[in-house]
Structures are given as structure tokens and as C-alpha cells.
């Protein structure tokens, strides 16, 4: 259980920002590791000859976000990565296509060097894009792309601290753990 408490000091290291992102087809995991009070207890696990796949976007243009909405269930969180690519090209038209309706998941490094995953197998997200011309002389053209999806939980920390709260010390337990193993 949870008690509400006092907002805890704020860490004053607070760069916003996306540095860098890969994705992953969920095909392509072959297991999904334990999570740990919101944390991956170690990095996805492939099948053979599959990896992260390096995303790229504009830095002025990556944003990441968790908007919660409540529900009857309860929470919903739908984390979003989107992201621009200026100009035209038939090479990423081609690569965005066959992305458009795959199930994916992602991994985002903040400006922070602080890393999460987002996305599991049983809630993954989904890629979409559009190209545009913009609307008037000064707009650069260019793809929109967005990964989006619907989660009972927040996105998942990766690389942990030496200490991660357990949940049989009452330390920020995961009640959620039960659902992505």
C-alpha cells in the first residue's frame, strides 16, 4: 500500500528533452524481464539475430509524455514518442509504411542519460506518421511520426540503481509486477 506523504526534494538535474530512442518489434523479444517497483530487473532479451533498432528525429523536435486518464479499471497511461525528420525521402516513406500498424516497444534516453522502456508485450504501441509540406513559405516539409500506446502503468525505468525498493519492505511496492511476467 501507498501512503500519501509529504512531495519528496526535487533533483535539480531536470534537462528536458529526448537524446536518442530505439524500437523493437514485439515479434522479435524473447522474453520479457521482471519488473521490479517500476524498474526492468535487466535489459529485453532477443530472439537470435534481433536488436534495438536506433530511431532518429530533429532534437528540438522529440518529445516524450505519460498523460494519465482514469478509467472504471482504473489508471491509463499512453506514453508517446513523437518526433520530425525534415524533407522528403523514398527510403523512410518505404521504412514508415511497413511500420504503420506493427506492435512495438520503445526505449528512450533522456537528456538526463536516464533511460525507460516503454511498452510490453501484452500493451504495446503502435507507429504512425504523416508527411507535410507545412502550411506557409517560412514551414520546412518533412515527416511527423508519433509511437504511441495504452498501459495500466507507467513506462518502465531501465539500468536500476544498485538499490531498488522491494516490495516486501513496503518501499514503493509494485503491484503491477504480476502483469508483464
Known sequence: MIY????????FNHLGGVSEFWFVLVGDLADFPK???GWLTSDL????????LKGYTE?????FSEPISMTGSGPVFKPTLEGFIPGENDQLKLLFRKMTGDLFLLKVKDNTGKYRVAGTPAYPLRFTFEFSTGSNYGNIDGYRFKFQGQ?????????APS???D???GDFSNEFSQEFN
Open 4 to 11: 500519501l506523504t509529504d512531495f519528496p526534494s526535487p533533483d
Open 35 to 37: 519488473t521490479n517497483s
Open 45 to 52: 532479451n532477443f530472439i537470435e539475430g534481433k536488436s534495438w
Open 59 to 63: 532534437r528540438t523536435q522529440a518529445k
Open 151 to 159: 498501459l495500466p502503468v507507467q513506462s518502465l525505468r531501465l539500468h
Open 163 to 165: 538499490y531498488i525498493p
Open 167 to 169: 516490495e516486501n519492505t
